[in-house]
């Protein structure tokens, strides 16, 4: 299996040469028959051909359009903080990919550390899943992580992230892309929200917008950075990012995106000495601690992200220190027109819970 990074050089075109050329053109073969089913599969839902199901609270979906790591999991934070601050309960929904013996993955894991208060359950039929939340713990708003391809649940508001470093997939569906689906389906959107725009210049951040306004003409555009805070560790003890300053660190993570863990740590003048890159929501072994335990052998701390430390549950690698990076979400354009969408659902949510306390 090959990382992250090698696969998105191979398909970037960055990897050159004739073997390169040829791998492309397998995954090419492969991409037909995807985009082929995506492309029937939304216009089933596109003419009402496939059966979706309202449930009786708001849905907001944050999602993807392309595979890998955008930055879900900050924004979905940032919301949910945002109808907590508001007052009203809130719910989160989510496949549950990578799940582990005890039914949880590694976001949910980040979730539960972020957002104490807030329910995060996961299902195959996130309908079900839902309406399992709804039962259980009477949310005024349900926050549908990492759903904008499930079409089966209704949404009051469609978020998609666009991750800035590779916005449009590398103009391919999966496999010879990181794209989720066809471009087009961007037209779902309600909200276009450009992840990570700080690590492109201004030409390419507006290239991208006029782009996005094409394709979606009707989404609010929105721009944001991931902004590192602190080192924390496994114990909740945490030190300023300046203590990563000329430090020679081993690093690691298991994300879909690891060039951008990659470019913080530089920035933040780490020497990195070793670097390993694992499949996006991979389950460490004890074999594959064994490996960083020795990787970092000559290093003086290892670093990786919250999402690989919540799974790790270390404080060391063997004698070596070993932090993770709290990143934050920052809105730097469009956060008034997002809020006044999110208003627009917590009036939903609270009409909703009047009707429900009047049936009951």
Request: aromatic letters at 6%; charged letters at 25%; glycine letters at 8%.
């Amino acid at each position: 299996m090959i990382s992250p990074s090698t696969f998105r050089d191979l398909v970037s075109g960055r990897r050159r040469g004739p073997t390169a050329a040829a791998l492309r053109g397998l995954l090419r073969l492969g991409e037909t028959p995807y985009t082929w089913a995506m492309g029937i599969r939304n216009h089933r839902y596109d003419r009402r051909l496939a059966a979706t199901h309202r449930i009786d609270v708001p849905v907001v979906s944050i999602g993807n359009l392309t595979l890998g790591g955008t930055g879900k999991t900050p924004l979905v934070v940032w919301v949910a903080r945002h109808f907590r601050r508001r007052g009203l309960r809130v719910a989160i929904v989510s496949r549950g990919y990578g799940a582990g013996d005890d039914g949880r993955n590694d976001e949910a894991r980040e979730l539960e550390l972020a957002l104490p208060d807030v329910p995060h359950l996961q299902g195959a039929d996130r309908f079900q899943t839902a309406q399992r939340a709804i039962d259980q713990w009477h949310p005024e708003v349900i926050i549908l992580d990492d759903g904008f391809q499930h079409r089966r649940l209704e949404r009051d508001l469609d978020v998609v992230l666009l991750d800035a470093t590779e916005p449009f997939g590398f103009e391919h569906v999966f496999p010879r892309g990181t794209l989720r689906e066809p471009l087009t389906g961007l037209a779902r959107a309600d909200v276009v929200l450009l992840s990570r725009a700080d690590m492109i210049s201004a030409d390419d951040r507006q290239a991208v917008r006029e782009r996005v306004a094409r394709l979606a003409p009707r989404a609010v555009w929105c721009e944001v950075q991931h902004v590192a805070q602190q080192l924390v560790n496994s114990q909740g003890q945490s030190q300023p990012l300046t203590f990563l300053s000329g430090k020679r660190v081993t690093a690691f993570c298991g994300i879909g995106n690891p060039a951008s863990f990659r470019h913080t740590l530089e920035t933040l003048g780490a020497d990195v000495a070793s670097w390993r890159e694992f499949p996006d929501h991979h389950g460490y072994t004890p074999v594959d601690v064994e490996s960083l335990i020795s990787g970092a052998a000559q290093a003086e701390l290892a670093v990786c992200t919250r999402k690989d430390l919540v799974k790790l549950q270390l404080t060391q690698l063997g004698t070596v220190p070993l932090w993770s990076i709290r990143v934050d979400m920052v809105l730097s354009a469009g956060q008034q027109e997002l809020e006044a969408l999110l208003a627009g659902v917590e009036t939903a949510g609270k009409s909703a819970q009047s009707r429900g306390d009047l049936a009951r």
